[in-house]
T-cell receptor, first 115, second 114 residues
Framework: QKEVEQNSGPLSVPEGAIASLNCTYS??????FFWYRQYSGKSPELIMF????GDKEDGRFTAQLNKASQYVSLLIRDSQPSDSATYLC???????????????FGKGTHLIIQP | EPEVTQTPSHQVTQMGQEVILRCVPI?????FYWYRQILGQKVEFLVS????????KSEIFDDQFSVERPDGSNFTLKIRSTKLEDSAMYFC????????????FGPGTRLTVT
């Protein structure tokens, strides 16, 4: 069964530092990965997606994918207290069915940015 | 910016009752999804819907569940006979079916079954 694993945390990072969030996945066929941010009691909000090995940057966020190691990470530079949330890693099935695929989510990592 | 909307925000129902959760996906999106999140647990996929039919469904989506697109804008999830364990946040999501098929989530409906 396909699994997406994340350390639940909490991960505590001082304001202004880099927060590093990690995710591993079991399905070698997984092609794309999504990072969502979820504030307590709210819905998942899409931050980034990545499907090529290497780094992808968007503002303060950098997603990294290493398919050989089955590892995805999200770096948040210049962390702000407003970044405090749970970060969810998600992936569709390894045999892509296009838009029909449901996402498999990890449990999420609870990030706390300390002012 | 266009967004997915859901109604109601909170639904309380008695065990055995039928509930219908409503969603309005982003207007030019083609794929629609329902997910649920039991308190403190993972977000779980229930079903995807495209071209007026179910595309994929998970093991959770049993005969008690059904989905419908009754008109050009609404997308509904019906639970026929609710159980206590159906209490959860239910999220609707939609995708335009382009690129990486990014899915955008609505604010959710909190379903409480008593």
């Amino acid at each position: 069964q396909k699994e997406v694993e994340q350390n639940s945390g909490p991960l505590s990072v001082p304001e202004g530092a880099i927060a590093s969030l990690n995710c591993t996945y079991s399905d070698r066929g997984s092609q794309s990965f999504f990072w969502y941010r979820q504030y307590s009691g709210k819905s998942p909000e899409l931050i980034m997606f990545i499907y090529s090995n290497g780094d992808k940057e968007d503002g303060r966020f950098t997603a990294q994918l290493n398919k050989a190691s089955q590892y995805v990470s999200l770096l948040i530079r210049d962390s702000q207290p407003s970044d405090s949330a749970t970060y969810l890693c998600a992936s569709p099935p390894g045999a892509p069915g296009g838009g029909a695929d449901g996402l498999t989510f990890g449990k999420g990592t609870h990030l706390i940015i300390q002012p | 910016e266009p967004e997915v909307t859901q109604t109601p925000s909170h639904q309380v129902t008695q065990m055995g009752q039928e509930v219908i959760l409503r969603c309005v996906p982003i207007s030019n999106h083609l794929y629609f999804y329902w997910y649920r999140q039991i308190l403190g647990q993972k977000v779980e996929f229930l079903v995807s819907f495209y071209n007026n039919e179910i595309s994929e469904k998970s093991e959770i989506f049993d005969d008690q569940f059904s989905v419908e697109r009754p008109d050009g804008s609404n997308f509904t999830l019906k639970i026929r006979s609710t159980k206590l364990e159906d209490s959860a946040m239910y999220f609707c999501a939609s995708s335009d079916g382009q690129g990486a098929y990014e899915q955008y989530f609505g604010p959710g409906t909190r379903l409480t079954v008593t």
